[in-house]
């Protein structure tokens, strides 16, 4: 099982970033997929997750900004990331069961 993520960057408020993750070892349009971040010195905090049944769930924190999708032909798992804000700076990871890759981090500044 492999999982990279890619396309975190800087970002000025109100702006948007795709990350990306490339996964290999198993089917991803079987698994349940989540994507997680942790900002500095607190916990990881879920932020979404990609059922194999193609349902998405979302926190709090990302409805109607962060958008969750799987593109099963290309083996990669997406995060679209529209409306970004200061507190949603973090490494951001994508997770199957308890591996996940060494992710990409998100910066909001102005």
């Known amino acids: 099982v492999q999982l990279v993520e890619s396309g975190g960057g800087l970002v000025q408020p109100g702006g948007s970033l795709r990350l990306s993750c490339q996964v290999s070892g198993f089917s991803l349009s079987s698994s349940r997929m989540d994507w997680v971040r942790q900002a500095p010195g607190k916990e990881v905090e879920w932020v979404s997750t990609?059922?194999?049944?193609?349902?998405?769930l979302y926190a709090d924190s990302a409805k109607g900004r962060f958008t969750i999708a799987r593109d099963g032909a290309k083996n990669t798992l997406y995060l679209q990331l529209n409306g970004l804000k200061s507190e949603d700076t973090a490494m951001y990871y994508c997770?199957?069961?308890?591996?996940r890759g060494q992710g990409t981090q998100v910066t909001v500044s102005s």
């Open positions: 997770r199957r069961l308890r591996d």
């Open positions: 990609i059922l194999s049944t193609g349902d998405t």
